[in-house]
């Protein structure tokens, strides 16, 4: 009878194993892709939908046409990993998805990150998009409400979490068995069970729960609601004939005239912060600032300390798994809204900490830091609590066309 009970047992896993095997084929996830034909015939994504995002098998086919395309035409292709921050609002071209897509300059900025993308996000995507073309130098974008009791990272990864790009990460050969076992006892600690197959019969059956769990992850962010805190919306390029500037998809369209550009964006600064004493945009005071200040009521409430050094281990991974694969690393470090924030719990002196902890974390690692942390009291420099206006965005430009055309650092004032 135990037998027997065993035998149906078995064959019940089996069937479910099968079954999920043939979800996750439908869906086209079983290997590092996960839904990649819904992408196939859409234009290039200067920066990705939320499913394409998450289809590491998208996001490696994207890096290296772009970067194909740019040899050709003699441009740099820079990768970035940030957050919200990277989302381009509708009439801001200074922003550098917009400003540095592909043919508006000799540097092509390919922007990866959603709310939610942190620090072992990025270490986890710097490691898998690390080949032998993988970019000489790459930009890191930390947020501070990442460390900050806001951060529910157990609630949040699960739906955040890439198990194609878990995997390349994993198979890199240049990453150190050490880190990869601190990254994966990360994610379990994340609520995240991120088992790779092996080649025996248990790998098989690892391999095919892997394969159920990707065609999971794949129908949620396929279905999951339009208010689930990452924007659905990408924005696509259709290449050089997209260009407006007048500038050929060509080397010759070279650095952008910041001096022309900053004077333009200060101007539509000065007309979007026109009636409000915050330094953001008339319409996000009408329309966000109750929610902030909602949100910052419900900090004070929450225990824990101030600033999370478990954040600060994983932002230290990202810039290891850099150092690791011979990666030159730039932090942009950005401001948050001084006269906002000090209202709330991360008044001047815990803002002060935060940029320490990320400006000695990246002296220890050796990596550079394009710090605007001083313009958390500037008229013109964020449209919200925390996000980049046109000024904000032209300096992010800038920043990151100096470092991925010349390796240079640039934060000096452009007025």
Same mark, same amino acid.
């Given at each position: 009878?135990?037998?027997?009970?065993?035998?149906?047992?078995?064959? $019940?896993?089996?069937?479910?194993?099968?079954?999920?095997?043939?979800?996750?084929?439908?869906?086209?996830?079983?290997?590092?892709?996960?839904?990649?034909?819904?992408?196939?015939?859409?234009?290039?994504?200067?920066?990705?939908? /939320?499913?394409?995002?998450?289809?590491?098998?998208?996001?490696?086919?994207?890096?290296?046409?772009?970067?194909?395309?740019?040899?050709?035409?003699?441009?740099?292709?820079?990768?970035?990993?940030?957050?919200?921050?990277?989302?381009?609002?509708?009439?801001?071209?200074?922003?550098?998805?917009?400003?540095?897509?592909?043919? $508006?300059?000799?540097?092509?900025?390919?922007?990866?990150?959603?709310?939610?993308?942190?620090?072992?996000?990025?270490?986890?995507?710097?490691?898998?998009?690390? +080949?032998?073309?993988?970019?000489?130098?790459?930009?890191?974008?930390?947020?501070?409400?990442?460390?900050?009791?806001?951060?529910?990272?157990?609630?949040?990864?699960?739906?955040?979490?890439?198990?194609?790009?878990?995997?390349?990460?994993?198979?890199?050969? /240049?990453?150190? %068995?050490?880190?990869?076992?601190?990254?994966?006892? /990360?994610?379990?600690?994340?609520?995240?069970?991120?088992?790779?197959?092996?080649?025996?019969?248990?790998?098989?059956?690892?391999?095919?729960?892997? %394969?159920?769990?990707?065609?999971?992850?794949?129908?949620?962010?396929?279905?999951?609601?339009?208010?689930?805190?990452?924007?659905?919306?990408?924005?696509?390029?259709?290449?050089?004939?997209?260009?407006?500037?007048?500038?050929?998809?060509?080397?010759?369209?070279?650095?952008?005239?910041?001096?022309?550009?900053?004077?333009?964006?200060?101007?539509?600064?000065?007309? +979007?912060?026109?009636?409000?004493?915050?330094?953001?945009?008339?319409?996000?005071?009408?329309?966000?600032?109750?929610?902030?200040?909602?949100?910052?009521?419900?900090?004070?409430?929450?225990?824990?300390?101030?600033?999370?050094?478990?954040?600060?281990?994983?932002?230290?991974?990202?810039?290891?798994?850099?150092?690791?694969?011979?990666?030159?690393?730039?932090?942009?470090?950005?401001?948050?809204?001084?006269?906002?924030?000090?209202?709330? /719990?991360?008044?001047?002196?815990?803002?002060? $900490?935060?940029? $320490?902890?990320?400006?000695?974390?990246?002296?220890?690692?050796? %990596?550079?830091?394009?710090?605007?942390?001083?313009?958390?009291?500037?008229?013109?420099?964020?449209?919200?609590?925390?996000?980049?206006?046109?000024?904000? +965005?032209?300096?992010?430009?800038?920043?990151?066309?100096?470092?991925?055309?010349?390796?240079?650092?640039?934060?000096?004032?452009?007025?």
């Amino acid at each position: 009878m135990r037998r027997t009970s065993e035998a149906r047992t078995s064959a $019940r896993r089996l069937a479910f194993m099968l079954a999920g095997a043939a979800l996750a084929s439908a869906l086209g996830v079983w290997g590092f892709g996960a839904a990649k034909g819904l992408d196939a015939s859409a234009p290039a994504a200067a920066y990705p939908t /939320r499913a394409q995002l998450l289809d590491f098998s998208y996001i490696v086919d994207e890096y290296g046409r772009r970067a194909a395309a740019d040899a050709r035409l003699g441009a740099a292709t820079g990768l970035v990993l940030g957050s919200s921050e990277l989302y381009p609002p509708a009439g801001m071209p200074e922003h550098p998805v917009e400003l540095l897509a592909p043919g $508006r300059s000799d540097v092509d900025v390919m922007a990866l990150g959603r709310p939610n993308c942190e620090c072992l996000w990025q270490a986890i995507e710097a490691g898998a998009l690390a +080949s032998s073309d993988a970019p000489a130098r790459i930009v890191l974008i930390p947020s501070l409400i990442w460390f900050s009791v806001a951060r529910r990272p157990a609630q949040e990864w699960p739906a955040t979490f890439s198990q194609g790009a878990y995997d390349a990460f994993m198979s890199n050969p /240049r990453i150190s %068995a050490a880190l990869k076992d601190r990254v994966t006892k /990360r994610l379990a600690a994340y609520n995240v069970d991120a088992r790779v197959a092996g080649s025996s019969l248990e790998g098989v059956a690892a391999g095919v729960d892997a %394969a159920v769990t990707k065609g999971v992850q794949t129908a949620r962010r396929l279905f999951a609601p339009a208010g689930s805190g990452l924007p659905v919306a990408g924005v696509a390029v259709k290449g050089p004939d997209a260009v407006e500037d007048g500038r050929g998809a060509t080397s010759e369209a070279g650095e952008p005239d910041w001096s022309s550009l900053y004077a333009g964006a200060l101007a539509e600064d000065a007309r +979007s912060c026109a009636s409000n004493p915050w330094g953001v945009f008339d319409t996000w005071a009408q329309e966000g600032l109750s929610d902030f200040w909602r949100r910052a009521s419900e900090w004070d409430e929450r225990d824990g300390d101030d600033l999370s050094p478990q954040e600060l281990d994983d932002f230290e991974m990202a810039l290891e798994v850099c150092r690791e694969l011979d990666i030159e690393t730039m932090v942009l470090l950005q401001p948050v809204n001084g006269r906002l924030y000090d209202r709330t /719990r991360y008044g001047f002196d815990a803002r002060q $900490r935060y940029y $320490r902890m990320v400006r000695d974390a990246c002296g220890r690692a050796g %990596a550079k830091v394009a710090d605007f942390s001083f313009h958390e009291y500037d008229e013109f420099f964020l449209r919200d609590d925390n996000h980049p206006s046109h000024v904000g +965005s032209l300096y992010y430009s800038r920043a990151l066309y100096r470092f991925f055309a010349h390796g240079e650092v640039a934060d000096d004032d452009l007025g």
